[in-house]
């Protein structure tokens, strides 16, 4: 099959719209996707600093690339690649590992922190404790408050991750079934900058996993393949299965949730509007008394050593 802008090998079908492309002209499909997110979700024609959340698999490469090529040249931008140790043994080195590479060779900004050294206890530690909560609450949790406290302290105004449209309509669906609607008015990308929080973009929103991992590929991006070991134990991977299945009879489905999702989060944010944040005795900021790391840490069983 042939791509239907040139006279080269298509690499791949998109079922959605109908197009058949080439490698390059789907590199550039994607790229252009990502910078209308990047224009619409955050003004950036007065430079700033970004930082990028790198676990170091597709989608958070396929992030760090896409930003760094659109304005690591601008004397008014700064890029920094943020990382986080949770402490998994045999999986989250050999990814950061790619991140640290990619950084050198790109002369960007890395920053790393584990979990041991921040909350002197890692993941492998406590997934065997996590008892009723998943080990992935723990550390989705975990790894989000690292890295908003790196991103503060590298001077961020942004802090981009690597969130595809699967993840997004994913947890919309988490969301919209459990009826928790003030979680879905919070969602990013956010709009409302509150203190100590660094706000949120998502430039990868309105791309399908499969074509994230196509562009890695494609582009021939160096990236992590490997799973979770305590992945499986998420509540994620149902609703996964539930969106695929609806993208697979009606293809567009996953856009189909996020554009009604976008057509009704103004109304969302209006009748539940941000709460202000106060300061958790750790300094990071939370609605309650304390933030939701310390709270899970506070009554994880067991002393932390």
């Not at 252009?32 to 790198?54: C, H």
């Not at 949790?141 to 991103?151: D, F, G, H, Q, T």
């Not at 802090?159 to 449209?165: F, P």
């Amino acid at each position: 099959m042939r791509c239907d802008h040139c006279n080269d090998d298509a690499v791949t079908f998109i079922r959605y719209n109908g197009s058949h492309l080439c490698a390059t002209h789907f590199m550039s499909y994607v790229e252009r996707r990502v910078k209308r997110e990047l224009r619409r979700q955050v003004d950036l024609s007065r430079g700033s600093t970004i930082g990028v959340a790198v676990s170091g698999g597709k989608d958070s490469m396929v992030a760090l690339d896409i930003i760094r090529r659109t304005f690591g040249k601008r004397r008014d931008a700064e890029i920094h690649c943020l990382s986080v140790d949770e402490g998994i043994d045999g999986y989250r080195r050999p990814s950061l590992d790619i991140v640290q590479r990619y950084c050198d060779e790109h002369a960007i900004e890395y920053h790393e922190r584990s979990f041991s050294d921040m909350f002197g206890i890692d993941m492998d530690r406590i997934a065997p404790r996590s008892g009723v909560s998943s080990p992935c609450t723990y550390c989705g949790v975990l790894r989000r408050k690292c890295l908003n406290s790196m991103a503060k302290e590298a001077g961020c105004a942004h802090l981009a991750t690597g969130l595809n449209l699967d993840d997004t309509a994913q947890s919309l669906m988490m969301n919209f079934v459990r009826g928790d609607m003030e979680r879905m008015a919070r969602m990013g990308p956010h709009l409302k900058v509150q203190p100590g929080l660094v706000p949120r973009i998502q430039p990868l929103r309105s791309i399908p996993e499969k074509e994230s991992y196509l562009y890695a590929i494609c582009s021939g991006l160096d990236f992590h393949d490997g799973d979770c070991p305590y992945s499986e134990a998420a509540l994620r991977n149902q609703y996964r299965s539930l969106v695929d299945e609806l993208e697979r009879r009606s293809p567009g489905s996953k856009f189909s949730i996020l554009s009604s999702y976008d057509q009704i989060s103004p109304l969302l944010r209006e009748g539940m509007p941000q709460s202000e944040l106060r300061a958790c005795r750790c300094g990071e900021p939370t609605l309650g008394e304390e933030c939701k790391a310390c709270n899970l840490l506070g009554n994880l069983p067991g002393d932390i050593p």
